[in-house]
């Protein structure tokens, strides 16, 4: 997906939001906008928003010095998480279709996104994942993705936030695991995984857990590590969480890739022809040739 000019803001938001969880100085804080806005007036309207925000958060790295602004939420959510799902299965009804519940989680928990919300709390959390209970997923879609992970020999699951890895575990335990590797990111940014929150939430335990050794908050593949390349290539389907990896790869289509995400912002929207709130698992073989998404193989789910 491409850069737009409404991504503008958010990326000003972003940096914003990061240097106030460095605690950067008056000084730093000036100097660091300074660079964002010389870095957007240039900004490469062809390439995936990520990759001017991988720039963004290197910017602030370097010049306030802090490589993880956000290891402290980092923490909190992945432990609030873990609470979270502790409690989610004391109510779970045994009777439901426990993939389709633990997908539904899986995309509930995407709200765990420091990027879109730098003010998320557990509130925020808590109505996003009750707002979910009453809305069903799409049979179709759901199907698809079922069936392509049954008849798959490998799969790749590329995680997206800390705390959200939490139910990405719980799902995967429903899937035949010993035939996924799981990715995060290579290094800190923003709230995206990475190799610490693997092993802070216990996924390491039941998986391989690779780093793809990158630290832009999407899958930009030209940035990644050879190792996690020839890892994406030889997958037979490709489990993408989060917005960032829709927009990252959501150009490609000689490999089977299942999105599953919430929409966050309105660009995002227009792109997939679903209303901010929504819920998708989106399989990417699905766009015909101009880029339309045909909607029988979404779910959506408007909170």
Known sequence: MRTYYECLPCF??????????????????????????????????????PVTAQKIHRMIS???GNKDPYAHQKQHFNQFAVELLASVKKTLDLKQDIFSVKVKLAIAANIIDFGKNNNLCENDVLSCFEKAKEVPLDSVALAGLKESIHDADSILFLCDNAGEIVFDRFLIEEMPFKKVICAVRGAPVINDATL?????????????????????PGTVLEDCSPEFRQTFDGADVIIAKGQGNFETLSCI???????????????????TGYPVGSFLILDNQSRNNSGVIEGSRLNKMEL
């Open 196 to 216: 610490d929150d693997a092993h802070a939430t216990r996924l390491t335990e039941i998986v391989r857990v690779i780093s793809n050794g990158s630290d832009a």
């Open 253 to 271: 289509t000689n490999k089977k890739i299942y999105f599953l995400f919430q929409v966050k912002c309105p660009v995002v929207g227009r792109d």
């Open 62 to 64: 370097k010049i306030v």
């Open 12 to 49: 000003v938001n972003q940096a914003l939001g990061a240097l106030k969880n460095c605690d950067a100085t008056s000084d730093q804080t000036m100097k660091t906008m300074r660079s964002v806005f010389c870095e957007l007036a240039d900004i490469d309207y062809e390439a995936p928003p």
